[in-house]
Nanobody, 121 residues
């Protein structure tokens, strides 16, 4: 059973940075595409960024400010977030095993418990 554990969330002011980390119980290489989702209050869960051995993607609203990376040796996926805005507030969830169906990424079967990010204005 794959376990994903997120860390690094917190309360920051607009313009500041946070670094989220997702530690996997197994090899991140074997987990295929990994990604970070965001669940904001009253909104649908949205995909923030994905990483695989071949490609990295970001949603338009975070391009240039967020960086996703994967450390195969440490079995971790990191989301570095800079110039944070209040709309980035939400629970950030690590997901493994995403699939791309030709139109969009679909979530995989493995989720972490989430880490809260709150950005004050």
């Amino acid at each position: 059973q794959v376990q994903l554990v997120e860390s690094g969330g917190g309360l920051v002011q607009a313009g500041e940075s946070l670094r989220l980390s997702c530690a996997a119980s197994g090899s991140v290489i074997s987990l295929g595409i990994m990604g970070w989702y965001r669940q904001a209050p009253g909104k649908e869960r949205e995909l923030v960024a994905t990483v695989s051995s071949a490609r990295i993607t970001y949603r338009d609203s975070v391009k240039g400010r967020f960086t996703i990376s994967r450390d195969n040796a440490k079995n971790t996926v990191v989301l570095q977030m800079t110039s944070l805005k209040p709309e980035a507030t939400g629970v950030y969830l690590c997901n493994a095993g995403l699939r791309y169906d030709g139109e969009a990424y679909r979530p995989g079967d493995y989720w972490g418990q989430g880490t809260q990010v709150t950005v004050s204005s």
